[in-house]
């Protein structure tokens, strides 16, 4: 099973900054990774796909990068709806399983 | 619009059974695979369940052990969880969500809470 790895576990950053956010995987899981949105009480929210393909609806200042094992979501000029938990998940893995990282809980100063 | 509306979660006590519907909407269904997924009480996401377009591919997560079935109904546009021998640490929000590449819409979750 392809372990995946957060980091920060929680960041802290002011509106208008900038947030990286990094998640690393096992193994290699090429460009077969996304990025997930959940605020309090909502179901997660498809953000990136494709390592760095915004899905739809998914506002510019969202973007990713990487591939292989290392991946990285920035967020640039904070907005305060952009407080959420982040989660990173592999699909390279066929068959299944599917696995996600741990969450990054992104707080708005 | 792509919706998809789980229900069929509650109260059940340990050794218990339940069964999860989802029911979609806004989409040709029987195009797409399907997955469930799970989130303990404030903990982060677990895969537990992957089936075809057609019905005839399932998957599990190796933590189940055998105890749940997934299914689907294509005439009713409509997924299923079947659990059994529930513990309590399958207490969780259990989502339903489509997969195009990866899961690109999700239901707003049912709460399963296995206790004596």
């Known amino acids: 099973e392809i372990v995946m790895t957060q980091s920060p576990a929680t960041l802290s950053v002011s509106p208008g900054e900038r947030a990286t956010l990094s998640c690393r995987a096992s193994?290699?899981?090429?460009?077969?990774l996304a990025w997930y949105q959940q605020k309090p009480g909502q179901a997660p929210r498809l953000l990136i796909y494709?390592?760095?393909t915004r899905a739809t609806g998914i506002p510019a200042r969202f973007s990713g990068s990487g591939s292989g094992t290392e991946f990285t979501l920035t967020i640039s000029s904070l907005q305060s709806e952009d407080s959420a938990v982040y989660y990173c998940?592999?699909?390279?893995?066929?068959?299944?399983?599917?696995?996600f990282g741990q969450g990054t809980r992104l707080e708005i100063k | 619009q792509v919706q998809l509306v789980e229900s069929g979660g509650g109260l059940v006590k340990p050794g218990g059974s339940l069964r999860l519907s989802c029911a979609a909407s806004?989409?040709?269904?029987?195009?797409?695979?399907m997955n469930w997924i799970r989130q303990a009480p404030g903990k982060g996401l677990e895969w537990v369940s992957y089936?075809?377009?057609?019905?005839?591919?399932?998957y599990y997560a190796d933590s189940l052990k055998g105890r749940f079935t997934i299914s689907r109904d294509n005439a009713k546009n409509s997924l299923y969880l079947q659990m059994n021998s529930l513990r309590a640490e399958d207490t969780a929000v259990y989502y339903c969500?489509?997969?195009?590449?990866?899961?690109?819409?999700w239901g707003q979750g049912t709460l399963v809470t296995v206790s004596s």
């Open positions: 969500a489509r997969e195009k590449d990866t899961f690109d819409y």
């Open positions: 494709g390592a760095s």
């Open positions: 089936i075809s377009s057609s019905g005839t591919t399932r």
């Open positions: 806004g989409f040709t269904f029987s195009d797409y695979y």
């Open positions: 998940q592999q699909y390279n893995t066929w068959p299944p399983p599917i696995t």
């Open positions: 193994q290699s899981v090429s460009s077969n």
